[in-house]
């Protein structure tokens, strides 16, 4: 990846976190683990982890997570797994 290509990048994902309410982690974050393998009850950790993780606090944080990943052309899997309040 090009030094153009990554700062654009960045700023998008800057641009992303301040637009969602609820949780962006990017690889290299130090919450990112925590985000990714703090419920894990086993703590078998996976090899893989995904670069980018967002934890919506609302349905606009879900289209902008989306929209991101479109206009990047990143893939997208959706987690859940806590009750709703």
């Given at each position: ?51 980018i993780v967002v934890r919506a606090a609302d349905e606009q944080d879900v289209m902008a997570a989306v929209r991101f990943a479109r206009d ?14």
């Open positions: 990846m090009s030094l153009l290509i990554a700062d654009l990048l960045y700023m998008n994902i800057t641009r992303l976190k301040q637009t969602c309410t609820g949780v962006v982690a990017v690889a290299g974050d130090s919450n990112l683990s925590e985000l990714l393998h703090g419920n894990l009850w086993n703590r078998l950790i996976p090899e893989r982890a995904p670069q990047h052309r990143l893939k997208v899997a959706v987690r859940g797994g806590g009750l709703a309040d």
